[in-house]
Structure formats: C-alpha cells, structure tokens
C-alpha cells in the first residue's frame, strides 16, 4: 500500500514546487507607452482634449483666440511694382525747381537779385534760387553732411538766365573772369546745375578767402595768400561738394558745378515756377495714393487717377504735399509732372 502511493506523492511534491517557482518569476517585460501630462500635451499637440475630471463641471465653450487682423488690400495704386526706370529718373531730375521748396532750411543771400554785387545793381527779375532737381538733391546732402559737422551753406547763386549773363559781362567784360554769351557762349549758371556757395556757422558767415566775384588771386583755390581759417574753411567746402558729386572751378573757390551735366536748351527762356502753390498732374497707370503722411507705407486716404490735376501746397525730398478736392495728403513726387 506504501508502494502504491509513493509514486502519487512524488508527483504532488513535484507539482507543488513547480507552482511556486512560476509565482517567483518576473512577468516578461511589454514596453507600452508612458501617458503624458496635460500639460505636455499641449506643448506638442494643440488639438488634445484634456482628461475627463469626475468631480469638477465641464469646463465652459470659449471663443476661440481673436485672429490677428488681416492686413487690408492696399488701395488700387498706380505706382509700379518695380522702381522708376533710369529714364523717368532722368526727365524728373531735369525739372528746374524752386530750391527752398526741397531745402527749406537752406541761408540764401541771392546776390544778383540786389545790389550786393558788382553791377551794383539789380540783375535778376525774381528774389529766390531755382535749380534742376537732380542738383537740388545732391546740395540737399551736401547741406546735411555739413550740419552734422556744426556748419551750413549760404548760396550765393543758382540758376542764372541768358540775359542775366549779358548784364553781368557788360558789367565787366572780362571772359578770363566772366563768361562772354556773345556769339553763343553761356555761363554754367545757365544749365541750371552750377551754383555758387560759402560756409556758415552759427548764422555767422565763415572767413572765406573772399566775397563772391573776386577779380584776382584771392578768389582761385590756391590758398597759400589767405589765412589759415579762411584756407580750412574752404577746403572743407570742397570736401564736402565734391563728395556730392560737384565739381569745384579753379578760378573761383565759391563756384561748384553739378557733374551730371545739363544743356542750356533745356531752360532757355525758363518760366521759373512760381514761389507759392503750383497744379501739377498725375502721371501713372492707373492712380496714384494719397498717403497720410510723407512715407511710402503710410495709411492711403485716397487715390488720384491718371491726368487729374492736383495743387502742391510744399515739397519735400521724395513727396509733395497737396490738396485734392477735399482730401490734403502726400504724394510720391516721382507720378506727378507740373502743369504750370
């Protein structure tokens, strides 16, 4: 009987033991994946819905988050997409303007239009300088150049009209000194792009080698007879002019001309614009923009269609201030052209 249930025994114990070796071992390692937070969900992913909360209300609908505001379509505008070409540049520097209207804080002592020169009379017919536009802007940064070092220009003289220059040498009838316009000849004055300056400080006058017109070797660019001051003075004005693009004449240290270069045909017989407002017209595909104020992404308040005519109230480097109707805004001086 022993026998017979040794065997059974043995398989028990053996049974028994296998059991407790399985509960012993480690269950096999399954990789799942971590669960993230609330919070770092939202880092990486906008559309996740939070987790149900048992205890606290539904969370309540928002609005969502206002969009920036769309910027608006601009204002259908007759200025290019591409820049001026060369050419329209170049007609709109030809232009003989009113040079306080772009240099409004430019010292003018126009020595033609008084007895200050001398004739010891009057020669010219109007009291304000006039210049091509194209030499209006370099003088504009030769007068900036000078401010930022404590000086400024006084200009002397500008724009010169043909029978002004009769005048003058009849005056004096010295070509070694004053250009000789009979039989065709012409002062540079004459081209519109030549003008005659001195240095100022203070709203002082600068020692200068001389006054304008000087008839000898104190008024050429050999400055070994003059003082020193006046010798430094000068020099930085062509310092300051050249870098402008201006060419100084030898004979007289005051004298600069415009390297451009101008035809005298282009002004013979000039009607110089005049000192107030002027009517200019629009000259561009479609319309121009009125801006709001003098810069190119300003807010539009209107436009001006192709042709119509507009008054320009003030000038400045790139735009002009005008009146339209009932609107007064800015327009980009490159899509208007004078009318009178």
Not at 62 to 85: G, H, K, V
Not at 160 to 186: I, K, M, S, W
Not at 269 to 281: H, I, N, Q
Request: charged content about 25%; some cysteine.
């Amino acid at each position: 009987m022993r026998k017979r249930f040794l065997p059974v025994l043995l398989a028990l114990l053996l049974a028994l033991l296998c059991g407790c070796a399985k509960e012993s071992t480690p269950p096999p390692v399954v990789e799942t994946e971590t669960p993230q937070s609330t919070a770092e969900i939202q880092v990486f992913r906008v559309d996740t819905a939070a987790e149900p909360a048992e205890e606290s209300e539904p969370a309540e609908e928002t609005e969502p988050a206002e969009e920036p505001e769309e910027t608006p379509e601009p204002t259908p505008s007759a200025e290019p997409a591409l820049p001026l070409s060369d050419e329209k540049t170049a007609v709109r520097d030809l232009e003989l303007v009113r040079v306080l209207s772009y240099i409004p804080d430019l010292q003018v002592d126009l020595k033609y239009a008084t007895e200050d020169n001398y004739t010891h009379k009057v020669v010219y017919s109007f009291d304000e300088p006039y210049l091509r536009y194209g030499t209006v802007k370099k003088l504009a940064q030769a007068q900036a150049m000078l401010k930022q070092q404590g000086y400024e220009l006084v200009l002397w003289d500008a724009f010169r009209p043909t029978e002004a220059q009769f005048v003058l040498f009849d005056a004096f009838p010295n070509g070694n000194f004053v250009a000789n316009p009979y039989g065709g000849g012409h002062s540079s004055h004459t081209s519109g792009g030549t003008v005659d300056v001195a240095l100022m400080k203070d709203g002082e006058l600068c020692e200068m080698p001389s006054g304008m017109d000087e008839f000898s070797a104190l008024g050429d660019r050999n400055y070994s007879d003059v003082s020193a001051e006046a010798a430094a003075n000068a020099k930085l004005l062509e310092q300051v002019m050249t870098s402008c693009d201006f060419t100084g004449y030898f004979g007289e240290w005051w004298h600069y001309t415009d390297n451009t270069g101008y035809n005298y045909a282009d002004v013979e017989g000039a009607v110089l614009p005049e000192k107030a407002t002027r009517v200019y017209e629009s000259v561009c595909n479609e319309y121009i923009n009125i801006r709001k104020v003098a810069n190119p992404t300003a807010e539009a308040i209107g436009n001006i269609p192709n042709g119509e005519r507009m008054t320009v109230l003030a000038y400045e480097t790139d735009f002009c201030h005008i009146q339209y109707g009932d609107l007064t805004g800015y327009v980009n001086v490159h899509f208007i052209k004078p009318v009178y």
